[in-house]
T-cell receptor, first 112, second 113 residues
């Protein structure tokens, strides 16, 4: 069956460290993968998109890698801040191309 | 910049009642998605529309239906409500021929009592 899995346990890190979140998928062949941030009670907010022919993408303190052989994406936040605390979701466009399916999400907490 | 507008923001209904949720996508976006999110869960895809035609379907109960109108706004109709339907319902829109990222509304919190 098709699955998109992320670290199920919450990730607690100290301010200033790099947070690394994992997204693994099975039985998909996505053309690209997206990462979103979600705060409690609010809708997900788009962060980054990486295409299948891109190994790495950066945006300010964010970096995403995409390994289509391993079927895995890593999401890094460098110099993390308490304001980065949120749930981070990876997502794939599947089905007929209009079904945006989310992973299970990882809750990140950055402590002072 | 215009965002995705959802209404109402909060809705309280009794079991077996009907609810209608509305979504106004970002102008010129051609794709609308609906999601259901229970407490502590990831958003579950319900249904999507591309250019006003139903495109993909997820785990949407038969009691729910949705449509997209000529002005591109969309409505999610939920009948015979059950306690388990209590959740946050999000609508999102995107431009399929562009960067394809989805922009989400603020959600409708439905409580069934």
């Amino acid at each position: 069956s098709q699955k998109i899995e992320q670290n199920s346990e919450a990730l607690n890190i100290q301010e200033g460290k790099t947070a690394t979140l994992t997204c693994n998928y099975t039985n998909y062949s996505p053309a690209y993968l997206q990462w979103y941030r979600q705060d409690p009670g609010r809708g997900p907010v788009f962060l980054l998109l990486i295409r299948e022919n891109e190994k790495e993408k950066r945006k300010e303190r964010l970096k995403v890698t995409f390994d289509t052989t391993l079927k895995q994406s890593l999401f890094h936040i460098t110099a993390s801040q308490p304001a980065d605390s949120a749930t981070y979701l990876c997502a794939l466009l599947t089905g007929g191309g209009n079904k945006l399916t989310f992973g299970t999400g990882t809750q990140l907490k950055v402590e002072l | 910049a215009a965002g995705v507008i959802q209404s109402p923001r909060h809705l309280i209904k009794e079991k077996r009642e009907t609810a209608t949720l509305k979504c106004y996508p970002i102008p010129r976006h051609d794709t609308v998605y609906w999601y259901q999110q229970g407490p502590g869960q990831d958003p579950q895809f319900l249904i999507s529309f591309y250019e006003k035609m139903q495109s993909d379907k997820g785990s949407i109960p038969d009691r729910f239906s949705a449509q997209q109108f000529s002005d591109y706004h969309s409505e999610l109709n939920m009948s015979s409500l059950e306690l388990g339907d209590s959740a946050l319902y999000f609508c999102a829109s995107s431009f399929a021929r562009g960067q394809v990222e989805a922009f989400f509304g603020q959600g409708t919190r439905l409580t069934v009592v």
